[in-house]
């Protein structure tokens, strides 16, 4: 059975047919690999994977992340569950970079659709690297060198994950086990070597080396810029669909648009490296 790639708008995604994700050949793993270079999020219709094929699928591209504060399937801790009706899910309708409060932010993801809302739900994803290209030749080269500070608490506020003690304390300890961290605003993709927009609504909270009034502007206007319509894409879900994402060089955000209706997702984050910004050797 042959691969089949369509492209979805020439910035951003392809959908992925011909392949099996729950029995997979390391010739295709090879293909998904280079596939997701080249389009920073690919999708898969009604793929149903177990959880075993879902852990070994992310772990193809290295090895998993733990989250500090989601569920996660007893069976599986790899994979977090992001219930609706279990958990707090209106900080996923904010554009994010996953986990930037990380000093090694992840990799990427990879994302199943388990139970949907008959209406709504839908995820959006931006390309970090066309929206950097986009921008002013002088502002590039002010951003370039410049360091952004990425914190946890941004998107994990004590008055909604810290509202019974026993949340309280785990989230807590989360605080303490990740610190604010410090990043380059503009990265190079480690194996693109492709220059990425490395702010996000999500976690980053200032330029550093700039007054605050500076730095909220230029933050202001970088979020607003990051995430325009020629840079993103949208995703309707359907049960079993999978989405796999270079979590390096995007922003998503899920829109929480379904009330009281029944949301799961299942996720794997794969462990990146230290954001840097080298030039091709």
Known sequence: MSL???????????IISGIDLNQISEHELQHLHDALL???VLFFRKQNLSADSQVALAHSFGPLHIHPIFLSLPQAPEIIVLDSHQQDLKDNELWHTDVTFSHTPPLGCVLQAIKLPQTGGDTFWASATASFKALP???KQKLRGLTATHDIRKSFPVERYGNTPEKLKQLELSFQKNPPVVHPVVCRHPVTQE???FVNEGFTTRINGLSQQESDELLIYL???SVKADFHLRWQWQEGDVAIWDNRCTQHKALFD?????RIMHRATIIGSVPAYKLTS
């Open 4 to 14: 089949n790639i369509e492209k979805i708008n020439p910035n951003i995604g392809a």
């Open 38 to 40: 080249g389009h920073q």
């Open 137 to 139: 030749e002088a502002l």
């Open 195 to 197: 220059e990425v927009l």
């Open 223 to 225: 979020f607003e810029h």
């Open 258 to 262: 379904y009330g009281d209706a029944h």
